[in-house]
């Protein structure tokens, strides 16, 4: 399959867990690394869109603030994670710049852009929902490495 994602087994990958997904040179040499941020095990649970949604914002947003180096910040369809496109970030210090970052948004008093003149669904949103799946996320920090179930 053409889609890296599509040619993991999600039956064996052991949520949470943060993996390079993706690496491409680009013809000027800088290159794009994609990190797929999990959350909930595949096709046993995901996140509600509110939550994804908050999670999304807030993370775009505040991650901006420990690097210039983020080009995007997506949620998966299957709404069990996120991927985010960084140019030449590699694991260790993406690992860093996450933590730090769901850090910042556990002490968020307000969805960043959540409005109507600055997001296309300004309601769904949830905070609450955010800081509570991003806090259980931080507390398998030390476990983000284990991709496969055989690795845990």
């Known amino acids: 399959m053409n889609v890296e994602s599509f040619n993991l087994d999600h039956r064996e990958v052991a949520a949470p867990y943060v993996r390079v997904a993706d690496r491409k040179e680009l013809p000027g040499g800088d290159v794009l690394i994609k990190y ?6 595949p096709n046993e649970d995901h996140l509600e869109m509110p939550t994804i949604h908050s999670i999304e914002h807030t993370t775009a947003e505040l991650m901006r603030n420990h690097t210039d180096k983020l080009i ?13 496109i960084t140019l030449g970030v590699e694991e260790e210090e993406f690992f860093d710049l996450l933590e730090k970052t769901f850090h910042d948004l556990l002490e968020a008093e307000a969805v ?3 409005n109507e003149v600055q997001c296309g669904w300004a309601a769904s949103h949830d905070l609450a929902g955010a800081k509570d799946a991003v806090a259980k996320f931080l507390m398998s920090r030390d476990g983000w490495s284990n991709v496969m179930k055989a690795d845990a």
Not at 36 to 41: A, L, P
Not at 72 to 84: E, I, N, R, V, W
């Open 112 to 114: 960043p852009a959540a």
């Open 36 to 41: 797929d941020v999990r959350f909930t095990q």
């Open 72 to 84: 995007d910040f997506s949620p998966m369809g299957c709404q069990t994670g996120f991927y985010a």
